[in-house]
């Protein structure tokens, strides 16, 4: 059991952790889910919990918190009409299945296979992030008939391997196919909750060793740093929109991808053993 003093620390970094994932969120768009897998990683393993179904614990109790806020999130932006409900309604069923096949692929994974799943999908995101234009094109409208029947699963899916929301592969997608950026925003907020509802169902029932695991936790869900994060990106959150409504957030976008670059090699680098 870690000594008191740890604990305090690693309760004041997560606190930290919620407000700066807030801020983020609502200053760039940009879903705290990216930034708090990596987090909790750290705070388990510095408590030396987790073992080899340590990556279960973060994606679990990240998407945990994609709940609430993409909740909180999407009903906000419903009330000011920005939430397209067709594409919710056509693409909802298929980002739900590939979010359960995403719970049953992470609960059959070492802890190492989704580091490094986590790293190259998040090297990919950053260097979107950094890059990528916003008048890119793949289409002028969402994919309709077998290519959604396609590339729902997969946003689901690859967004549960991540213990992400909607926002990191629903905004770029919808983006790319020329759904306005505010729009595109407000609906992955929909696509959040379509993700993180049943793959913590899922999670809630996957056996974590009891000696591996931290203190409160149910299933893969721990449940103190659901509760911190919680609190603190409900404070932040309204923080980084007023900021984001004060200063222009590109530049700050293109360091975040940077920052985010360096997480991915990060992470990629622990898988590979180094």
Not at 67 to 86: N, Q, W, Y
Not at 126 to 142: A, D, H, I, T
Not at 177 to 203: C, D, K, L
């Amino acid at each position: 059991m870690p000594d008191t003093l740890l604990l305090i620390q690693m309760l004041v970094m997560l606190a930290v952790i919620g407000a700066v994932a807030g801020v983020l969120a609502g200053l760039l768009g940009v879903g705290g889910g990216i930034v708090l897998v990596p987090a909790f990683f750290y705070a388990f393993q510095t408590l030396e919990y987790g073992g080899d179904q340590l990556m279960q614990l973060c994606l679990a109790t990240s998407l945990a918190t994609i709940i609430v806020t993409s909740l909180r999130s999407v009903h906000s932006h419903h009330k000011k009409g920005a939430v397209d409900m067709e594409i919710l309604r056509k693409w909802g069923a298929g980002i739900a299945i590939g979010a359960i096949a995403g719970v049953l692929a992470a609960s059959s994974l070492r802890s190492t296979t989704l580091q490094g799943l986590f790293g190259v999908l998040a090297l990919v995101i950053g260097l979107y992030l950094g890059f990528g234009r916003s008048e890119w094109r793949l289409g002028e409208s969402m994919p309709k008939g077998l290519r959604r029947m396609i590339i729902s699963p997969m946003v689901g899916f690859l967004s549960v391997l991540m213990g992400i929301g909607g926002g990191s592969f629903g905004v770029p997608l919808m983006s790319l196919y020329n759904t306005p950026i505010h729009r595109a925003v407000a609906t992955a907020a929909g696509f959040g909750v379509i993700i993180a509802v049943p793959s913590v169902i899922g999670f809630l029932f996957l056996p974590i060793d009891p000696a591996a695991r931290p203190p409160l936790t149910v299933g893969a869900v721990n449940l103190v740093a659901f509760g911190i994060v919680i609190a603190m990106t409900m404070i932040t959150a309204p923080w980084g929109v007023k900021l984001a409504h004060a200063m222009d957030p590109k530049p700050l976008k293109r360091v975040f991808a940077v920052f985010l670059v360096l997480v991915a090699l990060n992470m990629l680098r622990k898988a590979l053993g180094y």
